[in-house]
């Protein structure tokens, strides 16, 4: 594909612009881009990006209350505030997921689909988190086979469930014996 | 091992054979990682910044004892501070570090493994980024291997994590497992049949990016892309890796399949483009970076159908890197102009392609 500025060089760069809702595909050499300012050939910020959706109300749904940056609490560790995230796309400590948790689910379910993170645990946590998240997953697979009358199964689930409880609570079964009696 | 040889060295990954290598020129794993008791690197101050750098320069030391990570040789920190402008674009021409680490504030460091599989950068982004590359379509064996160091890291330095967020990182679009898989592919043969465009404009629908080979916002010079993951929170690393090789395995198959489309319909073209490229390599005397490029896919696409032979086909991802403006002035040991560039890298091309036999018909 030619470059449709200049007609000479091949295209390499290739752009979907979104102007009021209107979808514009442009296709220039790196030169002419350059030239007519259509790209900047800095990094690309992720964080410039994040910040736009952030502003432009993208992230939050129609449903949804799009979170007042001056209601938000300031982060006390680090001092950053949501009004901060929003223009920079960063947080500014580990605290600070604690302090935006409910501002930012919304954005972590936009960018990943998920706000739970499933994967890797560092190993000092590692034995806890693997039982609590073991037992949500049985929990869910026990009402399933509540629901279709299958209580044999039901039951080995339910077995399970209770060690499981047990590792957590450090061995003491007493109280969560009530649960299933 | 000093960075300037560091820099003038081809690793040893470069130069094996791998699965899918035809196609398939690095798999690299990075893990983002940050400190629970300090604020994230775009707010600490210069004495924070210098204080965990000295903390890694310990965790380092504990690490090389590490029976898994010392395989690949000592790993040795570097404070970007001490290393020239040159050598970190020839950095970032190897892949060994990001722009943003190359041009950013003080108190950033570098650490690199003996054999360069294993690097981390230091007060980037994030306080860590810990990286494995490989060669070939080896996502998970290098998930795996990040996965250690990070494992021996943690030993003496407490992550930030959240059970609900997983790792904490600056950018909530890192966040979770911080892993981000990369894969850089030479798809010559979709490109010359037009079809990468939509092959690659469908990986956005499943959750995949396409980029040019020096990351973000860089162009595709030489057929060559990477490919990555976009999401980091609610998949298991595992799940993520496979995922990514499972799209990659797909782009082969299609790069393939177009390889033997032109080998079938358009053989006597193909002869022709790679005979001239190849000509024009070895006998140019002024050569610029983006005709190098151009050229040197199309002969790396040549060794790979057979047209040419007697050359490793890893010759092309070396010269890739050691045609790069950054590499060249690394090795001439001064800055140099535009012109004096152009010449030693056609001198660099002439010494490389003429050892090896000419071309088959």
């Known amino acids: ?181 | 091992m000093s960075i300037k040889r560091i820099l003038l060295d081809i690793p040893r990954w470069m130069q094996g054979e791998a699965e899918e290598s035809d196609i398939v020129l690095s798999s690299r794993v990075r893990l983002a990682r940050n400190m629970v008791d300090l604020p994230f690197p775009h707010l600490m101050t210069a004495a924070q910044a210098e204080t965990f750098l000295q903390r890694m320069a310990e965790a380092v030391q504990y690490v090389n004892q590490d029976d898994l990570i010392s395989q690949h040789g000592p790993m040795v920190l570097y404070r970007v501070a001490d290393i020239t402008n040159l050598e970190r674009q020839a950095l970032v021409e190897k892949h060994l570090i990001s722009p943003q680490l190359a041009t950013g504030g003080q108190n950033r460091g570098l650490v690199i493994s003996e054999d360069e599989v294993l690097s981390v950068m230091i007060n980037e982004e994030d306080h860590l980024r810990i990286q494995c590359l490989f060669a070939g379509l080896q996502l998970e064996a290098a998930w795996q291997l990040a996965s250690s160091l990070d494992d021996a890291l943690e030993n003496r330095l407490e992550f930030a994590f959240q059970e609900q967020e997983g790792y904490l990182t600056a950018c909530p679009t890192n966040v979770g497992t911080g892993l981000r898989a990369s894969v850089m592919m030479h798809i010559p043969a979709l490109v010359m049949t037009k079809q990468a465009e939509r092959i690659l404009s469908a990986l956005g629908k499943v959750g995949l990016v396409v980029r040019g080979i020096y990351g973000e916002g860089t162009q595709a010079l030489g057929n060559v892309i990477q490919v990555s993951n976009q999401v980091t929170l609610g998949q298991v690393e595992g799940e993520i890796v496979a995922n990514l090789t499972a799209a990659v395995k797909q782009i082969v198959a299609q790069e393939q399949l177009a390889r033997e489309a032109l080998m079938t319909n358009n053989r006597i073209q193909m002869a022709d483009r790679i005979g001239r490229a190849f000509g024009i390599l070895g006998n140019s005397h002024v050569i610029s970076s983006e005709e190098a490029v151009r050229l040197l896919s199309d002969v790396r696409l040549g060794i790979d159908l057979g047209f040419i032979t007697g050359l490793p086909a890893s010759v092309f991802d070396q010269l890739l890197v050691q045609t790069r403006p950054g590499y060249l002035q690394v090795l001439a040991g001064q800055e140099l102009d535009a012109l004096e560039r152009d010449v030693r890298r056609a001198q660099l091309l002439q010494s490389k392609l003429r050892s090896g036999d000419n071309m088959p018909s």
């Open chain 1, 1 to 181: 594909m030619q470059c449709e500025r200049c007609g000479e060089r091949p295209a390499t760069v290739h752009m979907t612009r979104i102007m009021n809702n209107k979808k514009e595909q442009i296709h220039l050499c790196a030169q002419c881009a350059r030239e007519q300012g259509e790209l900047n050939f800095e990094p690309f910020s992720v964080q410039s990006l994040l910040a736009g959706l952030l502003g432009s109300g993208f992230v939050y749904p129609a449903f949804e209350q799009k979170p007042k940056p001056e209601s938000q609490p300031i982060c006390q560790n680090c001092g950053t505030s949501f009004a901060d995230f929003t223009h920079t796309g960063r947080l500014g400590c580990a605290q600070c997921y604690e302090t935006f948790r409910e501002a930012l689910n919304p954005l972590l379910r936009r960018i990943h689909g998920s706000v739970y993170h499933t994967g890797k645990v560092p190993r000092c946590l590692g034995r806890q988190v693997h039982t609590r998240r073991g037992l949500a997953e049985l929990q869910e697979q026990l009402q399933r086979f509540i629901e279709r009358e299958e209580y044999e199964q039901a039951a080995v689930i339910r077995d399970k469930i209770r060690e499981l409880k047990r590792e957590l609570s450090g061995g003491d079964d007493s109280e969560h014996q009530k649960d299933f009696a």
